[in-house]
Nanobody, 116 residues
Framework: QVDLVESGGGLVQAGGSLRLSCVASGSIGSINAMGWYRQTPGKQRELVAGIIRGGSTKFADSVRGRFTISWDHAESTVYLEMNSLKPEDTAVYYC??????????WGQGTQVTVSS
């Protein structure tokens, strides 16, 4: 089992930056990939950025070039660095871990609000 705890959300003005953190605990050695997703009311949860254990990353088109994802294996923490934030980035951001090939764990979510 893998447990995730996110932090770092908050209120920021458009053009500003935030860094989200996701700390994993439990069977961390079995984690193959981690990702950040976001969700707004009435919409499906969407992938923002993902990273695999080998370091390859992927990003949603809407955030590519503005967001960076990184994985500190020593600290069992995945970071989402968000720059040039826009009001449309406002959402609840969730961290997800994929482990033991078919298992998934989700964090509780952290609110990001970007004011115009």
């Amino acid at each position: 089992q893998v447990d995730l705890v996110e932090s770092g959300g908050g209120l920021v003005q458009a053009g500003g930056s935030l860094r989200l953190s996701c700390v994993a605990s439990g069977s961390i050695g079995s984690i193959n990939a981690m990702g950040w997703y976001r969700q707004t009311p009435g919409k499906q949860r969407e992938l923002v950025a993902g990273i695999i254990r080998g370091g390859s990353t992927k990003f949603a088109d809407s955030v590519r070039g503005r967001f960076t994802i990184s994985w500190d294996h020593a600290e069992s923490t995945v970071y989402l660095e968000m720059n040039s934030l826009k009001p449309e980035d406002t959402a609840v951001y969730y961290c997800k871990a994929e482990y033991m090939s078919v298992q998934e764990s989700w964090g509780q979510g952290t609110q990001v609000t970007v004011s115009s």
